[in-house]
């Protein structure tokens, strides 16, 4: 079985700075082969996407976040990362990681990241 497990969140001030991690574990998944990224959800608001980062690298990111975070992974430690800089309070959401390849998509049990003076 797949788990897809977060860390990194907490609390912090505007203009700090934030990494996040999404471990991936589990039998048979080829973690190099899957695109990975990060969604987040605001208070009352649908998940959007963050960003993506393909099996060969190619990054994409919304336009909200680009040129302040950066994705990133690590296929030996099967390991996705979200680094977060220049932080504003409207990037205050719960973060998800997913895992998505082989017809199949896997998510993380999400970390809270809050925004604020």
């Known amino acids: 079985q797949v788990q897809l497990v977060e860390s990194g969140g907490g609390l912090v001030q505007p203009g700090g700075s934030l990494r996040l991690s999404c471990a991936a574990s589990?039998?048979?998944?080829?973690?190099?082969?899957?695109?990975g990224g990060w969604y987040r959800q605001p208070p009352g608001k649908q998940r959007e996407l963050v960003a993506t980062?393909?099996?060969?690298?190619?990054?994409n990111y919304a336009s909200s976040v680009k040129g302040r975070f950066t994705i990133s992974r690590d296929n030996n430690k099967n390991t996705v990362y979200l680094q977060m800089n220049s932080l504003k309070p409207e990037d205050t959401a719960i973060y998800y990681c997913?895992?998505?390849?082989?017809?199949?998509?896997?998510w993380g049990q999400g970390t809270q990241v809050t925004v604020s003076s």
């Open positions: 980062i393909t099996s060969g690298g190619i990054t």
């Open positions: 997913e895992l998505t390849g082989w017809g199949q998509t896997y």
């Open positions: 589990g039998i048979r998944i080829i973690f190099s082969t899957y695109v």
